[in-house]
């Protein structure tokens, strides 16, 4: 499942789900390709939906069969002040919940223990950045392995492609084929 979350479809990052939506396909794989701001995804959890503890909306559980169903997650998205945009920050709350991402576990009126579900899946996160590289850690790179640690996703990569803004052509055509080399070693093998 590729996830990308960028409203412009001539953006670097659409260069990006492209180049791996392509790839994925060459190797015999399935793919459920998602653009969330061409979908007009809604990101509000909304309280009805929150007390629920399901969604009934169609879309959401469309996107929940794809995540039961996909090896592999796949999210591409630009750095806003310091995160991903806030349709995916919505897409994570609404998707990665409990039941589908995590669960909590134990008998009535007793402690509950907290259950990752997500084991078995690998996940990739291609952030796009106008920012120089930081010293240090990167607040993406630590909210990514956050939510994946939550959920059980123990074989992740998390890339983030610094000074996107000011990189030429020739630097951006490295970007992809860097991608496309990470997806090549990295993807679980066709089956």
Known sequence: MIIECHPDDHSFCHAIAMTIKEYVISQAHS???HSLYQENFSPVLSLEELKRGFSLDEEIQQFTNGIEKSECVVFV???WWGGPPAMLKGWIERVFRSGVAFEFRGDDFEKKHHQSLLENKTAFVFCTSDRQKPEGYSVIEESWK???R?????RSHIELFYNVHDSTYDERQAFLREIKQIIQKKMPAQE
């Open 31 to 33: 793919v459920y390709y």
């Open 77 to 79: 998205h630009p750095d």
């Open 146 to 148: 956050d939510v994946f």
């Open 150 to 154: 939550y959920c059980g996703i123990q």
